[in-house]
């Protein structure tokens, strides 16, 4: 090799390192909500922080509305490393063995955001995102959507109302219970097929927030939408952990006030973006929105309270009290 082989050579082994020292860190953040969403708004931010706080060297790509995934196939690609971030929500970890993590799903446990962010955000919260370690996943932030509506074709004002319909839920054991605590028809559904199963009758109703109803048109399939704030969906923002645990770290510490950040902008919108939801479902004009008044939702409370007691063995007893003694929890 001449010299001018050699300088040639050097350059293009040069030029190569420098391509490859700046390649981005590529992360998939997989979701199966709309963008216009608190989910899909968070992820968002989230992306924007990432990539300007790290001068591009993260690139956050972000899946939204099942495009990759859909629930239960997330989760498994996540443990898998084919996408590096999710953000389920709560009641989708029972699958995984996270049972305790249905707990938020118990009907009527939090009367308001503050209760559940008191929980969410101290030792139950950090034990919960902990016990996540043994499963390959690793917990970055809990996620604020909101309270559930209930939405069906016919009215829902009392607990016989429910009497033999089908009711789509997300797959949490206490979902199931709280709604055959009402003689109802429970049935598992990934969230991106929940509109068809509306429109053919597969499903009679099911309960979501405002945000995901009107961006998903179900209010399109829908004749009535109860007001009864009976249950709450968050997320549980998630990384696969042999991916985050090997990032470098002055790249984590940026994600991780990346995340931080994302996360009061999603606290601080999602509120706002459901009652807006609401609105908008209501101006839809496809669905009469019904308020129940506090004595009916106390009926309703009577009746779905027991699935706290039945749900103690597989959620742990001692988790449900603790909750109690945070919100002031109190039995109809
Ligand atoms: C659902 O499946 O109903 C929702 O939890 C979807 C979501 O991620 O908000």
Redesign the pocket.
């Known amino acids: 090799m001449n010299l001018k082989h050699l300088i040639t050579a050097a350059a293009l082994l040069a030029a190569s390192l420098a391509g490859f020292a700046q390649s981005p860190i590529v992360i998939k953040f997989s979701?199966?909500?709309a963008d216009d969403?608190p989910?899909g708004k968070g992820a968002q931010k989230f992306k924007e922080l990432a990539e300007a706080r790290s001068n591009g060297r993260v690139r956050v790509e972000v899946y939204p509305n099942s495009q990759l995934y859909k629930?239960k196939e997330e989760l498994e690609a996540l443990q898998l490393g084919a996408v590096q971030m999710l953000?389920?929500?709560l009641?989708?970890f029972g699958p995984l063995g996270a049972k305790e993590f249905e707990v938020f799903d118990l009907p009527f446990i939090f009367d308001n955001v503050q209760e559940l962010h008191r929980v969410m955000d101290g030792a139950i919260g950090n034990r919960l995102m902990k016990s996540l370690d043994s499963k390959g996943i690793v917990g970055l932030a809990f996620w604020d959507?909101g309270f559930k509506e209930m939405t069906a074709n016919t009215p829902l004002r009392k607990p016989e109302d429910f009497r033999g319909l089908k009711m789509r839920i997300?797959s949490s054991k206490v979902l199931d219970a709280q709604f055959r605590a009402v003689n109802a028809n429970p049935q598992v559904l990934?969230?991106s097929e929940?509109y068809q199963a509306m429109q053919t009758g597969v499903v009679d109703g099911s309960e979501?927030?405002p945000s995901?109803i009107f961006s998903q048109h179900h209010n399109e399939v829908q004749k009535y939408l109860t007001v009864s704030d009976h249950g709450y969906?968050g997320?549980a923002v998630v990384a696969n952990k042999k991916f985050w645990d090997g990032l470098p770290a002055d790249i984590r510490s940026i994600l991780e006030g990346a995340m931080k950040d994302a996360t009061k902008f999603t606290t601080e919108h999602a509120q706002s973006d459901n009652e807006e939801a609401l609105k908008k479902i209501a101006a839809a004009g496809k669905t009469q929105i019904i308020r129940l008044t506090p004595q009916e939702r106390a009926v309703w409370k009577k009746a779905m309270e027991k699935v706290h007691r039945q749900m103690e063995d597989r959620i742990g007893r001692d988790l449900i009290q603790a909750i109690y003694k945070e919100t002031g929890f109190k039995p109809e």
């Open positions: 979701h199966v909500v969403t989910k629930d953000a389920p929500s009641s989708k959507n997300q990934a969230f929940v979501n927030t995901n969906i997320y």
